[in-house]
């Protein structure tokens, strides 16, 4: 923890003059910032999108869509970057394990705003800083490797826009088929997932929903899904978005998308990211 607050301390930022929006959160786990990033970056013009590419199989910096346009397939770019690259029709999603490389190959692609994906502990990038907060905190305030969290939990106190959810913004989730808005599941339903906590989507699916989940970021084989097949002869299958961009090659009958989006509170003023952006632009 110490060393932790030493390092932010003592950090040196450098400003690449381009806005740049970090959304991270401080616990282990997933919190929301894919559904957050879409949600903030659908709102402004010549977005680059920046994450490390947990899951790829590849290594290095690429450009995974440029202005919409894909150029890689998800074995290079993992299923978060695909998941953006498909949502976000006009933006450029880069991954690199060095954010710095990829920060100036977005301004070389004439990107105007960076929302960088897990960014917080990139102590030496200037930034704007929104900090996802759980409904349920861990309740081993330690860090890791034997807490729950990845930074102290003070580190709240640094972040420039804090969102809880629960009181800040909420989950909806809705079904679709085949690109149609449904209402009503099937009665024997399968859950397929590769995301971190899937527990928690089971609060939004019929209580005699079965899951078959995966370790976080997995990349489903042909084994994997002759074997649900067979134990699950009769269910119809729903996913989420991240998990879509993955099954979609095995052409499953009956697959239905667990569309999850955020819904933000109308008393939360987000007019703080405007006036952080044109600072640069203006």
Excluded: W
């Excluded at 879409?38 to 709102?43: I, N, P, S, V």
């Excluded at 869509?65 to 880069?94: F, V």
């Excluded at 100036?104 to 105007?112: G, I, M, S, V």
């Excluded at 002869?233 to 998990?243: A, E, M």
């Amino acid at each position: 923890m110490l060393i932790i607050l030493f390092k932010r301390a003592n950090a040196k930022t450098l400003n690449y003059n381009i806005p740049i929006i970090s959304i991270g959160n401080i616990i282990v786990g997933g919190s929301g910032k894919t559904p957050l990033t879409m949600h903030l970056a659908q709102k402004y013009d010549d977005v680059c999108v920046i994450l490390r590419g947990y899951g790829r199989e590849s290594k290095g910096l690429y450009v995974i869509s440029q202005y919409g346009k894909i150029l890689e397939n998800i074995t290079t770019s993992g299923d978060e970057a695909m998941l953006l690259a498909k949502t976000l029709k006009t933006a450029t999603i880069i991954v690199s394990e060095d954010r710095k490389k990829a920060i100036l190959k977005a301004k070389e692609l004439a990107c105007k705003i960076i929302f960088l994906d897990d960014g917080f502990s990139k102590y030496d990038i200037e930034k704007f800083d929104i900090l996802i907060r759980p409904k349920d905190e861990p309740e081993n305030i330690f860090c890791l490797p034997s807490g729950g969290y990845r930074e102290p939990k003070m580190a709240y106190a640094f972040a420039n826009l804090e969102l809880t959810e629960g009181k800040d913004f909420k989950r909806v989730v809705s079904f679709y088929k085949n690109d149609n808005y449904i209402d009503i599941l099937p009665d024997k339903l399968l859950l397929i997932t590769a995301i971190s906590k899937p527990k928690r989507l089971l609060e939004f699916l019929p209580n005699n929903t079965k899951m078959e989940a995966f370790e976080d970021h997995h990349i489903f084989t042909k084994e994997d899904i002759r074997r649900i097949k067979n134990e699950y002869v009769d269910y119809s299958i729903v996913t989420t978005s991240k998990d879509l961009v993955k099954l979609q090659s095995f052409r499953l009958d009956n697959l239905y998308l667990m569309n999850l989006t955020l819904q933000i509170d109308d008393n939360i003023d987000l007019k703080i990211i405007d006036d952080y952006i044109n600072q640069y632009i203006y």
